[in-house]
């Protein structure tokens, strides 16, 4: 029997034209393996709406065709349920997709869905809502909402306003409870991380791992311009901070005060209480994932 997938794409995700992409999913999906259909995205939280209802018709996989934003609508409405999510990343970090070894090429993609390698991946909660692979109390968070609202998109658009933001930033201070530890001190990036990435390569976690049942917290202390060039190039390169600049802590639960209620989830800005309750989910998700290499 086949299997029946819905793609469900976002039309204004990313930097790219979405109107090649049904062409080439007729093109490149196995049609002995899948039924599939095709759904657009008219508003944001839509792909949610979506989702959940293939999900109550007994649709096999959901693949959400877009950004971190578009991934996040769908893989929290997935959660918990049966239905597999996929990924055909065209948005502008595309974060969660390269984690997972997902091909940033639609074709490649989508030859990867035809693969049907699959995983059952952890998901964090936060008091009343959920994420699938990073979410920040700091610069991430006001990053994440200038650049919701802005009209550049893609890695220059990124860096630009990193780079506006940056000098306007005043550190929040946070206390964190681990096991009855707590830690108080400002920050400028309190980001928890079930995946290793924000997109584009900026890796916060390089150890964290979506199938290990932990969670890695990623602090960032302040830091002088100065240091700048050397923790931007240890975050691309996939290296650890300096202890002198960022600590990882690997937990399963944690209470999370701010003094500021500034936040994102997958990159998309979200309004937050001063206290958090954090947990790791574990296995709560069905996501198709790439193989190692590619």
Known sequence: MK????????????IHKKTDIPGLIDAHIDKD???????????????????????KEGIDIVCAVGGDGSVHEVGTALIGTDTQMAIIPVGSGNGLARHLNIPLNVKDAILCI?????????????????????????????????FDKGKKRGLLG??????????????LNVSIDIDGKVKSLP???????NSSQFGNGFTVSPDSNVEDGELELFILKPFSIWSAPQIAYNFFRKKRQKKKFGEIIRFKNARI??????????????????ELSV????????????????
Do not use: W
């Open 3 to 14: 299997q029946r997938i819905q793609f469900i794409i976002n039309p204004i995700s990313g």
């Open 279 to 294: 947990s790791v989910v574990p296995k709560s998700l069905h996501v198709l994932v790439g193989k190692k290499g590619q």
């Open 187 to 193: 920050v400028m990036l309190c980001t928890v991380a």
């Open 158 to 171: 990124y860096i630009i306003t990193v780079i506006k933001e940056f000098f306007k930033f005043n550190p």
């Open 114 to 146: 035809n693969d049907g390698k699959y995983i059952h991946m952890d998901t964090v909660k936060v008091n009343n809502r959920s994420f699938i692979g990073i979410g920040g109390y700091g610069f991430d968070a006001v990053v994440a909402k200038e």
């Open 33 to 55: 393996k899948f039924e599939y259909g095709i759904s657009y995205t008219e508003y944001r939280k839509h792909a949610i709406k979506i989702a959940k209802q293939c999900s």
């Open 257 to 274: 005060k701010l003094s500021k209620k500034i936040a994102h989830y997958d990159g998309e800005p979200i309004d937050v209480t001063d």
